[in-house]
C-alpha cells in the first residue's frame, strides 16, 4: 500500500522561502528502473502542473517558472522528498502534491506519469 503524505506548506510573503516534505511508504524510487517521484501543484480555477521530478538516477527536471528558485532533492535513504522553494511568487500560491509513477520524459513538463498522490499541502504566497 502506497502511502504519500505532505507537509511543510503555509502563508509566506513574495520573496519569502518554504521547504515541502513528503514521506513516502510503501514506495521505494529504486525498486525500478524507470521510477520517478515529483511535485506538482494546482491553483484555485487551474490544472495540475508539474513542478520538478527526480529519477532513480538522479536526473531532475523542473517546469521553467520555478527553474532556479525551486529545487528538488531526497533523504539518504529515498524515503523523503524535499522541494526547497526561494524567492516565492504570489503566482506559486496552490496547494502541492507528491506523486510517485514512471519515468516518461515526454509527458511535459516534468516527465512523471503518476500513478500514486499524497494528499496536498496548501502554500500560499500573498
Known amino acids: 500500500h502506497v502511502q504519500l503524505v505532505e507537509s511543510g506548506g503555509g502563508s509566506v510573503q513574495a520573496g519569502g522561502s518554504l521547504t515541502l516534505a513528503c514521506a513516502a511508504s510503501g514506495y521505494s524510487l529504486n525498486a525500478y528502473e524507470k521510477n520517478c517521484i515529483a511535485w506538482f501543484r494546482q491553483a484555485p480555477m487551474h490544472e495540475r502542473e508539474g513542478v520538478a521530478s527526480?529519477?532513480?538516477?538522479?536526473?531532475?527536471t523542473y517546469a521553467d517558472s520555478v527553474q532556479g528558485r525551486f529545487f528538488i532533492s531526497q533523504d539518504a535513504d529515498k524515503s523523503t522528498l524535499f522541494l526547497q522553494m526561494d524567492d516565492l511568487k504570489p503566482e506559486d500560491t496552490g496547494m502541492y502534491y507528491c506523486?510517485?509513477?514512471?519515468?516518461?520524459?515526454?509527458?511535459?513538463?516534468?516527465?512523471?506519469?503518476?500513478?500514486?498522490w499524497g494528499q496536498g499541502t496548501q502554500v500560499t504566497v500573498s
Open positions: 506523486g510517485a509513477g514512471r519515468d516518461v520524459p515526454t509527458i511535459p513538463p516534468v516527465g512523471c506519469d503518476v500513478g500514486y
Open positions: 527526480v529519477t532513480v538516477d538522479g536526473t531532475t
